[in-house]
């Protein structure tokens, strides 16, 4: 199980106001709104820590069936900058996210060690969606692989394992 | 006030946040925020801080879980009305 997340964080200077009154109250937990309080960047912080919930929570709703919006169930445990987790109802998820000046990118996975076999796709590969879930068809062993896709304003993501 | 009071209202408000005008223009109590309107998700709360300012109301965690659709939403601005 897999899921992945992307912020394109000029789009988000656009989409959300950070500052808007009970905005962060809403999404983060009092921890998550201490590391954004006290970080160098806190816009920055903000959006690593909702790439990894969104990222987590792709997997938690594969998993569970449940959907919905509850994003202070997703919580953050920070490690750096690029490494954490994510715990949703008892189940844990790992994260590793990828940090630039331009976006900020989250892959979540149900084991750590599943990290190296995560494959990146592309648009070329046909996507299949059964029940909104998509994947693809291995073309070495015709079995189905379970596909996770992002995009946001300029980016497009899609993994693959 | 009737539900399609507040769905017109709805409808005022979740019209900045929207990404598919064709499920905007034909949107129904089953129209679901983010795979039909595609609101993007970060955009939701703006959705909900909207509605509780605009009906004096507050939306809790439990209300705010269930608030993906037209429908659910119309639910809980009527309930929290009947409360006030």
Request: glycine share 2%.
């Amino acid at each position: 199980m897999i899921g992945n997340d992307i912020v394109d964080l000029a789009l988000a200077r656009t989409e959300s106001n950070l500052k808007r009154k009970n905005f962060l109250d809403k999404l983060f937990t009092k921890e998550e709104q201490l590391l954004v309080e006290n970080a160098n960047n806190p816009e920055v912080m903000v959006w690593n820590l909702w790439s990894r919930k969104e990222a987590a929570y792709k997997i938690y709703n594969r998993e569970t069936g449940i959907r919905g919006y509850f994003p202070k169930q997703l919580v953050c445990s920070y490690e750096s900058e690029t490494s954490g987790t994510v715990c949703c109802n008892e189940r844990v998820y790992y994260t590793k996210s990828t940090v630039t000046k331009d976006f900020i990118y989250t892959i979540a996975t149900i084991e750590p060690q599943f990290f190296n076999q995560i494959e990146k796709i592309n648009l070329d590969y046909k996507i299949h969606k059964t029940n909104g879930i998509p994947s693809i068809i291995d073309t070495q062993t015709a079995l189905s692989k379970p596909v996770s896709i992002t995009h946001h304003g300029r980016f497009w993501e899609g993994i693959t394992i | 006030m009737s539900k399609q009071e507040i769905i017109e209202e709805l409808k005022v408000i979740v019209k900045p946040y929207i990404q598919d005008d064709a499920a905007f223009d034909s949107l129904t109590e089953e129209t679901d925020f983010i795979n039909d309107l595609k609101i993007n998700s970060a955009n939701l709360v703006d959705v909900i801080l909207d509605i509780e300012e605009k009906y004096d109301i507050v939306i809790d965690n439990q209300a705010m879980e269930k608030m993906l659709n037209v429908k659910a939403a119309v639910e809980i601005i009527e309930s929290q009305l009947t409360e006030k």
